[in-house]
C-alpha cells in the first residue's frame, strides 16, 4: 500500500468511521492494479443515520446568513488550493489521470466552489407590483430545497462532487455524497476541506457502499428532497423513477456521445491539435468527450493519417510519472468493454488505423484508437465508449453532418471547427446539445451551466444556473388586516 494513500473512512452523522457495518473493498491504483487500501461500506442503518443527520445538518446551516456560507465555502477553496498537490496525487492514485490533469481538475473544482460561494450572496428574489388594493408586497424567494443525495462518478472524483457540494451548501441545503467506491479518497478529502473551513458537521456526510442499496435507501428516506447524480442514462432512468415514486425532485448529468464537425474552410493542423488533446484526455473517460468525429471530405484522408499518428505517439503510463501523457483506464472492466467496441466495429467492417488493444503489462491501459468508417449500426456509432477511442467519418455538405451530429439520442456536448461566423452561428443554433463548442473544447467552466438535452440529462450544475437547482420558488403576499 501506499504511504501516499490515506487510510480510508465515511463520514457519517458528523464523525469519521474506518468500520462500517457493510463490510470492506479494496481499492486498486490503475497503473499497476495494485491494492491502495480497503474501504469501509456502509450498511442499509449507517446511511439512514446519514440521511437523519443532514435533516439536523440542514435546520443549522440554513440558518445561515449567505455571507456566512459564502465565507465558509471560499475557505474550503483556499484550502484546496494550499492542498491541492497531496490531493492530486491521491487522485491520481486512485483513479489514474496523469498529475498535471489532476491538478487541472483540483484547481478548476476550487474555482467553481468559489463562484457558488458568490451566488450564495446573489441568491435574489423579486418584489411584483400587486394588481389589487389592499395587497402591501408581493414577493418571490428561492429557499434552499432541503437535504440532497448526491452521487458521484469515478471519472472527475473531486470535480463532480464539488458541482454538487458548491451550489447545494451555497444555497443552504445540508448533502449527503455517494462517491464512486473505485476513487473515494478525493471525495474524503474534498468533504475534509469544507469541515475545517467551519461547515458544521453533520451538515455534510459521505458515505460508499452497495450502490443500489445506497441510492434505494436515501432516496425512500423522508429526509431527502432532492437527488443529484452524474452517472450513465441506465442508471439516471434507474434513479429518476425512483424519485419520482416518492415525490423528490431529481436531476441527471447522464453522459453523451460528442459529435465534431470539421468543416471544409477549417485550418485542419488547428483543429487536430486541439481534438487530440481534447479526445485522449483522461484516457478519453470524459462524459463531453469528443468521440465522432465529421471530417470534411477535402481534409478526411489527411486527418485520418495525421490524427492516427499523434495517437499513436501518445506516451503511456502512470500518472505519477511525469513523462505520461495518457494514464491507465480506471478498472478493469473498462478495458474488456473497449475491446467489445473495437471488435463490433472490425465485424461490420471499419478499418482500424491505430490501437485497438490492450497493453501488455501492469495496469489498465489501452492503446489509443481510432476506427475509420464504421457503419451508423456499428456498437462505437451508437453507445459511449467512455474511453480512449475516436471514430472518423467524411461528409460532403453541411447539412449531411448536423443531420449525422443529431442522430443519437444524447445530447451533452458537441463541437465544430469552421473559420465562417455565419457557419458557426448555424451550427450553434442547428445542433441538438447542452453545449456547443465552437473551434475549442472548453465548454465546462464555473460560470456556464454544464448539462445536456434528450437522454444526456436532466437540470444544469454551475453556472449562475446551478444554485437555483438547489432552490425552491415561494411566493409570499402579505395584505393589509382589516
Known sequence: MSTLYPTLALHVAGRWITEAGGGRREVLNPAD???????????????????????????????????????????????????????????????????????????????????????????????????????????????????????????????????????????????????????????????????????????LSLVCGDPAMVSATLIAHPAIRKVSLTGSVAVGRLLAAQCAREGKRFAGELGGHAPVIVCEDTDPAFALKLSVQAKFRNAGQVCASPIRFFVHRRHVDAWCGDFSAAAAALRLGPGLDAATQMGPLTHARRIEDMERFVADAREQGARILTGGRRVDRPGFFFEPTVIADAPATSRVMRIE??????????????????????????????????????????????????????????????????????????????????????????????????
Open 33 to 203: 492494479g495494485s491494492v491502495l487500501g480497503e474501504l469501509p461500506l456502509a450498511d442499509a442503518a449507517q446511511v439512514d443515520a446519514a440521511a437523519a443527520a443532514a435533516a439536523r445538518g440542514f435546520a443549522v446551516w440554513r440558518r445561515r446568513s449567505a455571507l456566512e456560507r459564502c465565507e465558509t465555502l471560499r475557505r474550503a477553496a483556499v484550502l484546496m488550493r494550499e492542498r491541492a498537490e497531496a490531493m492530486a496525487t491521491v487522485l491520481t492514485l486512485e483513479q489514474g489521470k496523469p498529475l498535471a490533469e489532476a491538478l487541472r481538475e483540483l484547481r478548476l473544482s476550487a474555482d467553481i466552489i468559489d463562484f457558488q460561494a458568490e451566488e450564495a450572496r446573489r441568491l435574489y428574489g423579486r418584489s411584483v407590483p400587486p394588481r389589487v388594493d389592499g395587497i402591501l408586497s408581493q414577493t418571490v424567494t428561492h429557499p434552499p430545497v432541503g437535504p440532497v443525495a448526491a452521487f458521484t462518478a469515478w471519472n472527475f472524483p473531486v470535480n463532480l462532487p464539488a458541482r454538487k457540494l458548491g451550489a447545494a451548501l451555497a444555497a443552504g441545503c445540508s448533502v449527503v455524497l455517494k462517491p464512486a467506491e473505485e476513487t473515494p479518497a478525493s471525495a474524503m478529502a474534498l468533504v475534509q476541506c469544507f469541515l475545517d473551513a467551519g461547515l458544521p458537521p453533520e451538515t
Open 385 to 482: 465508449p467512455f474511453g480512449p477511442i475516436a471514430v472518423i467519418q467524411p461528409f460532403d455538405a453541411l447539412d449531411e453532418a448536423i443531420a449525422a451530429a443529431n442522430a443519437l439520442d444524447y445530447g451533452l456536448g458537441a463541437y465544430a471547427f469552421t473559420r465562417d461566423l455565419e457557419v458557426a452561428h448555424h451550427l450553434g443554433e442547428a445542433i441538438e446539445a447542452g453545449m456547443v463548442g465552437i473551434n475549442h473544447y472548453g465548454v465546462s467552466q464555473p460560470e456556464l451551466p454544464f448539462g445536456g438535452l434528450k437522454a444526456s440529462g436532466d437540470g444544469v450544475e454551475m453556472g449562475a444556473e446551478g444554485i437555483l437547482a438547489y432552490t425552491d420558488v415561494k411566493t409570499v403576499t402579505v395584505g393589509r388586516h382589516g
